[in-house]
């Protein structure tokens, strides 16, 4: 009798056990966790960014979640299969195969809410003061804590089934959920969302947030390409190229500017640099030029100068336009052999000064004469891009007037090792006497720098010269193409 009062007592609890868990939960369907991490095992995407495709489809695998991949798109979606709460956790991968964004669709507004009130508020969350033109979205971060980054979450809590994008909090260029657009608060330029992998409507979501509109009249859908007008009164449209196989990749983007009002190259030389670029020394057919982060592989391609064809003339819209592609060995060098010429110009004469390169550490050799065609002293270097310098006389001959260093290789001509030793050196760009060629000044010294690529004198060459007063950019030109004459 005490054994099957003991049975009874025993289904008696277990009855009771189970009527009490039967509660319907919107965030756990049922099964009300013990804590935070209980939660963690299906409701939230994974923060280590970064990590392979396969160990996200290990990890998820393993919380029992339904996983589907697709190689093609590179996505892979999770379906939690221990709640109704949340529909699905989509995990989106660049074209290496690495983690980037996930989405997580909530089954429905009150689910969503007591998520936000229950999990990320009391895990380390705080809700962004920070606002954007997309008044639906609310922005959330959580500070490093552990092995664990800082996230963002964007939540756009106005549809039926709440979406929640998830990302790392960085905000660098290349992140797809970037809520900095990156503006310049002199020009008022800024950086689209670049051409990373990220979707169209990772697309959309940025230009929302930046208060654009999607132009349907310009955009061509059927041809991945989609156009947003920004309301900015001088960058007027930004526009993004997906890729023709899948049409969800992004792979080019370009903000274009009015043809009137085109931001100055040293306007845009000083937002590109900030921003991480550098001068790659290339340009276009246009003369327009192209400037490269070579950690990324990333394009900027300043697409300024109109053109002469008079139907590529037509649809012209000036801008600066990015995409990948690999330039590392077209690039400038970082490092070279850079004879620096000696000043003195106009104080010395010409015969003194050329004893004086005689005794120089880079000095092969010094000649009366270059060559017949180009009658003037020079200087044989042992220096591998910059084997000659041309010693010009003054107006006031026997004076030295001008140094003219040779160079052999564009590469060469362009390294930041040259622009770095002439700042160390005391020389400042000019932007007022940078009319055609880059131009460089040491008050102190008295002394001016050009470098040409040889679209100017027709000789790749770092002119050394004593500073010029000019209006004209013919003036200093000029002068150098009557001497080598």
Known sequence: MKRLTSILLLLIAGLFTFTSCDDDNPITGGDTPKGPEKISQWMLPIERYGISIDEVAQIEEGRGNKVERSEELMTLTATPQDTKAVREIVYYFDRAGLYQVARVQFASQEASKQFIDEYLLNNGFVK????????????????????????????DGDKTEPIFWWGSNDNKKTNWLRVDPLQDQTTGIWMPLLPYGA?????????????????????????GVFKFKTSHEVYTQTTYWFDLE???????????????????????????????????????????????????????????????DETAKATFRPGIQYYVQDLDDLMPYEEVDFPMPLFGFERDTLETVMKEYANLDYTAAVVDMLAEEMPFPAVQTRCKYFPTIILLPSDTE???????????????????????????????????????????????????VQIDDGSVTGITNISFSPIEDFTSSATPIAQRLKRLR
């Open 128 to 155: 962004s003061n920070l606002r954007t033109a997309k008044a639906t979205e609310e922005i959330y971060v959580s500070a490093p804590r552990g092995s664990r980054v800082s996230s963002v979450v964007l939540v």
């Open 199 to 223: 979707t169209l409507e990772m697309v959309q979501l940025f230009e929302a947030r930046m208060g654009h509109t999607f132009d349907a009249e310009a955009s061509k859908p059927d041809k």
């Open 246 to 308: 899948t049409n969800h990749f992004l792979e080019e983007s370009k903000v274009s500017c009015d043809t009137l009002h085109r931001p100055t190259p040293e306007q845009v030389d000083a937002y590109l640099t900030a921003q991480g670029f550098r001068p790659s020394g290339l340009q276009d057919k246009e003369g327009n030029s192209i400037y490269y982060d070579k950690a990324l592989k990333l394009v900027a391609h300043i697409d300024m100068n109109i053109p002469k």
């Open 398 to 448: 026997p004076l030295y007037g001008a140094a003219l260093i040779i160079c052999t290789d564009l590469k060469a001509l362009h390294s930041p090792m040259i622009i770095d030793r002439l700042e160390r050196r005391g020389f400042v760009y000019d932007p007022k006497r940078t009319i055609l060629l880059p131009t460089y000044v040491n008050e102190q010294e008295g002394v001016m």
